[in-house]
T-cell receptor, first 116, second 116 residues
């Protein structure tokens, strides 16, 4: 089975440009997560969706960040305008949320973003 | 508040030594789940194990073993006869059940280096 698929794997962009990261979750999974990883802050949960609905976006750093999940098989994380401090690895992850909770989440390979 | 503490930032051992990675968690929930993930130098996050709060039985998988002790709120990970391929950052994580979806909180990770 295909895992979580993210694109692009690597992106270098100039400050001020719009960046769009894409994610295809594992088929059948109903929860989707966006994480950011930096040396300074480790793994941070930015936002997560359940059944395509955003549940908690308290981790989204500021209004420059937005995330959408128009259907069960696709999500985007957009940064507009981008800044050098946004440079990080952005992971998408998905899980099947059972009623008892404790679902295991599976990560994509990450999108390595560099803003210069 | 929920929190995961991995006090060991970096560990370096010689190949074939046993090594234990510590994980201490905090939660007020009676139902929770604990995880370990591995992040090798290639960057992806690989799921290793999930444990629920009602199952304190230790688990062994090949050279890997996990010791879950609710009395000390710990979920430690031991690698026996370590190999160079075990070199990675290892993350302990905690998940609680909430009303809509389960999100996972990660520790800061322990960087394990296995020297030949």
């Amino acid at each position: 089975d295909a895992g979580v698929i993210q694109s692009p794997r690597h992106e270098v962009t100039e400050m001020g440009q719009e960046v769009t990261l894409r994610c295809k979750p594992i088929s059948g999974h109903n929860s989707l997560f966006w994480y950011r990883q930096t040396m300074m802050r480790g793994l941070e949960l930015l936002i997560y969706f359940n059944n395509n609905v955003p549940i908690d976006d308290s981790g989204m750093p500021e209004d420059r960040f937005s995330a959408k999940m128009p259907n069960a098989s696709f999500s985007t994380l957009k940064i507009q305008p981008s800044e050098p401090r946004d440079s990080a690895v952005y992971f998408c992850a998905s899980s099947f949320r059972a009623s008892r909770g404790g679902n295991t989440i599976y990560f994509g390979e990450g999108s390595w973003l560099t803003v210069v | 508040a929920q929190k995961v503490t991995q006090a060991q930032t970096e560990i370096s051992v010689v190949e074939k030594e046993d090594v234990t990675l510590d994980c201490v968690y905090e939660t007020r929930d009676t139902t929770y789940y604990l995880f370990w993930y591995k992040q090798p130098p290639s960057g992806e996050l690989v799921f290793l194990i999930r444990r629920n709060s009602f199952d304190e039985q230790n688990e062994i998988s090949g050279r890997y073993s996990w010791n879950f002790q609710k009395s000390t709120s710990s979920f430690n990970f031991t690698i026996t006869a370590s190999q160079v391929v075990d070199s990675a950052v290892y993350f302990c994580a905690l998940s609680m059940k909430d009303s809509s979806a389960s999100k996972i909180i990660f520790g800061s990770g322990t960087r394990l280096s296995i020297r030949p």
